[in-house]
Nanobody, 116 residues
Framework: QVQLVESGGGSVQAGGSLRLSCVAP????????MGWFRQAPGKEREGVGT???????TYADSVKGRFTISKDNAKNTLYLQMNSLKPEDTAMYYC??????????WGQGTQVTVSS
């Protein structure tokens, strides 16, 4: 059973910050791509940002300049630092990892709620 475990979600007011964490098994942490996705109620899941094994990061236009992906190799942990949060950032956030940046293995998600 694959275990990607997200944490760090919560409720915050607009303009606030949160940092999400995703702890992965070592073999997934070393996979080609890890990333964050989100799904709001009634909407399709969308990509937030990804990081490949060579360190290349990509972000959705809606979060560029506000969100930052990073990794801690000693802790097998992927992070998503979210600043200047907006109500439209409210969603369930998922961590994913695998050979594809579209996501092959998934966590259970952590809820982020931003109030205006």
């Amino acid at each position: 059973q694959v275990q990607l475990v997200e944490s760090g979600g919560g409720s915050v007011q607009a303009g606030g910050s949160l940092r999400l964490s995703c702890v992965a098994p070592r073999y997934l942490y070393l996979s080609h791509c890890m990333g964050w996705f989100r799904q709001a109620p009634g909407k399709e899941r969308e990509g937030v940002g990804t990081v490949t094994d060579d360190g290349t990061t990509t972000y959705a236009d809606s979060v560029k300049g506000r969100f930052t992906i990073s990794k801690d190799n000693a802790k097998n942990t992927l992070y998503l630092q979210m600043n200047s949060l907006k109500p439209e950032d409210t969603a369930m956030y998922y961590c994913a990892a695998g050979w594809s940046c579209a996501g092959n293995y998934w966590g259970q998600g952590t809820q982020v709620t931003v109030s205006s």
